[in-house]
């Protein structure tokens, strides 16, 4: 899409957040800009600062042991060492104070290069841009189409969740019918066991024996009851 249309669309997505987030939005972060020219003026003014700073630690111990070297001729070993000491404390001061200055002089310039320098006319568009400006959007109809795109990718992902939803439980199945079948296998073995042993209809005896059981648990009950405690 055209330039204009990425930040008018930037501009009323980002027109429902607060005053304080008015710092972040697409013009006064020149995201144009940036893209146009590969850097931000944050990062150029950076480059500048740190350069300066280089060369200022570079040049000060040189300008110090000249001053050092000329200002001590013919004085003694301990002024020469006190000089040095005082010309050392001087170049920190110096050293200091440049630094500050420079920052104060950095941001009025940053400033300039923003509004001055570094601001792309709207004319101006990048390669890439300049094949959609013979194709003009409309800027709802864009925003219409992107709505839908969301609404589209929310439902897949619901429809993902959803299918992961019933292999899961479909995998639950499979283990449940895994151990009904074993169940199944074993009475049918113990069936054929008891057939084979001659111990008659295994359903009739199985009753026999669960009659057994709940008669035994009932006298193991009275007998619990009666003993001493």
């Known amino acids: 899409m055209t330039r204009e249309t990425r930040e ?14 008015d710092t972040l939005s697409p013009s006064t972060l020149k995201l144009y800009e940036t893209q146009f020219f590969g850097f931000t ?19 000060l111990p040189v300008v110090e042991k000249v001053c050092v070297r000329q200002l001590s001729k013919g004085e003694s070993d301990g002024a020469e060492e006190l000089l040095r000491s005082q010309a050392r404390e001087c170049s920190r001061k110096l050293q200091q104070y440049l630094e500050r200055r420079f920052k104060q002089l950095a941001e009025r310039m940053e400033v300039l290069l923003v509004n001055r320098c570094f601001t792309v006319p709207p004319s101006v568009l990048l390669p890439e841009d300049k094949s959609h400006s013979k194709h003009t959007q409309d800027i709802q109809e864009v925003l219409k189409l992107e709505s839908s795109l969301a609404d589209v990718q929310r439902a897949y992902e619901a429809e993902v969740c959803a299918r992961q939803a019933l292999l899961a439980e479909l995998e639950e199945q499979r283990e449940v019918q895994k151990q009904l079948d074993e169940i199944l296998t074993w009475v049918r073995e113990l069936q054929v066991a008891w057939v084979k042993e001659g111990n008659g209809s295994f359903h009739e005896s199985f009753r026999l024996v669960m009659e057994s059981v709940k008669n035994l648990q009932k006298a193991v009950g009275e007998v619990c009851n009666k003993a001493p405690h």
């Open 41 to 59: 003026p944050e990062t150029c003014m950076l480059r500048i600062y740190s350069a300066f700073r280089d060369s200022l630690c570079d040049i």
């Open 8 to 21: 008018e669309m930037e501009m009323e997505t980002c027109g429902g957040a607060d005053e304080g987030a």
